[in-house]
């Protein structure tokens, strides 16, 4: 991994290599803990943060869903994304890891005497799902492994727990030889992938299941937006597998994954097989958007 100067923790900004915490992290040991992933991109007007007050709510957000109460407000995490970036002098863009956890002191599975901390770490990251991914479009299984059911877990909490479904989802995917995974949810229908979220294309109309079972997506979202305004007609309904196979195009989003296409669902090619006339317009948008070569969307990036 390409480590950094420091790393933000409760405050203080802590060398990267000293940034450790207990053995008894009670984190690390039942999975409550609440953790976002955002992105800075290099613009030609310096170091910018794209979304940074909506991935900090959604940390508060998804800490109330957990019952974890934080420690510190959501502009405060906001600016200890500010801070950290200052003091690591980056080359290139980066990605940040916001995580509020519950530390050393009790154990057992009741949550509620664990001190609460927090913490934002930053390092360069490229393309999640490879450069060549970007371009050419990667290929994709159906995982065996359901969706969390709302039932019993709750989707819209970015929570460390969730990712041990998306951890075995990814796992079995790569295993038999596909780059990600695309989870069913417990009806069948289409939910995400095991770190973004899926789209289509079907006779020119853009279409992303509800978020009912999944992440509420800020690329997601941001997509939906920059489509509409090139005009696109936007559905937000219920995709069966079946349907991805007939498709005309399909891709992944997510902070990590920016626009990623998808060119095979188990073993079926989708549309041309390569990125979709779409996917490519709405790819080179988003990048135009986070690099901040769009005014239009100038509000989503905080310039450090
Ligand atoms: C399970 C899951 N779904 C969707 C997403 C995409 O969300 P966002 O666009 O806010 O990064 C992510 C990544 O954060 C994720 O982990």
């Known amino acids: 991994m390409n480590e950094a100067k420091s790393i933000w923790m409760d405050g203080k900004l802590v060398p990267w290599k000293e940034a450790n915490v207990h053995i008894l992290t009670h984190t690390l040991h039942y999975g409550n803990g609440v953790f976002e992933g955002t992105r800075a991109y290099k613009t030609d007007k310096g170091m910018a943060i794209f979304r940074l007050q909506d991935h900090a709510k959604r940390l508060i957000n998804s800490a109330k869903i957990v019952a974890i109460v934080p420690t510190y407000t959501q502009e405060e995490i906001a600016k200890a994304h500010i801070d950290v970036l200052k003091d690591n002098a980056f080359n290139g863009n980066v990605y940040l890891r916001g995580i509020i956890y519950l530390g050393y002191g009790v154990m057992g599975v009741y949550h509620k005497n664990a001190p609460v901390q927090t913490s934002v770490a930053a390092w360069e990251w490229g393309a999640y799902l490879g450069d060549e991914g970007l371009e050419k479009g990667i290929?994709?299984?159906?995982?065996?492994?359901?969706?969390?059911?709302?039932?019993?877990?709750?989707?819209?909490?970015?929570?460390?727990?969730?990712?041990?479904?998306?951890?075995m989802a990814k796992f079995e995917a790569i295993e038999c030889g596909y780059e990600e995974a695309l989870l069913l949810d417990e009806n069948?229908?289409?939910?995400?992938?095991?770190?973004?979220c899926f789209f289509i294309v079907r006779n020119g109309v853009l279409i992303t299941p509800?978020?009912?079972?999944?992440?509420?997506?800020?690329t997601q979202d941001s997509i939906i937006t920059i489509a509409q305004d090139l005009g696109i007609k936007v559905e937000r309904r219920n995709i069966t597998r079946d349907e991805v196979y007939i498709a005309d195009e399909a891709f992944f989003v997510g902070t990590a994954a920016e626009v990623t296409p998808i060119c095979e669902l188990d073993a079926r090619v989708?549309?041309?097989?390569?990125?979709?006339?779409?996917?490519?317009?709405?790819?080179?948008?988003?990048f135009d958007v986070v690099y901040g070569r769009d005014e239009k969307f100038s509000h989503w990036l905080t310039y450090i």
């Open 188 to 196: 069948g229908m289409v939910a995400e992938g095991s770190g973004e």
């Open 210 to 218: 509800p978020s009912d079972s999944v992440l509420e997506s800020i």
């Open 139 to 167: 290929r994709v299984k159906t995982s065996s492994i359901v969706r969390n059911s709302t039932k019993s877990l709750f989707g819209k909490a970015k929570a460390v727990g969730n990712y041990l479904n998306s951890q």
């Open 270 to 286: 989708i549309g041309s097989g390569r990125r979709g006339e779409i996917t490519h317009k709405l790819q080179n948008a988003f």
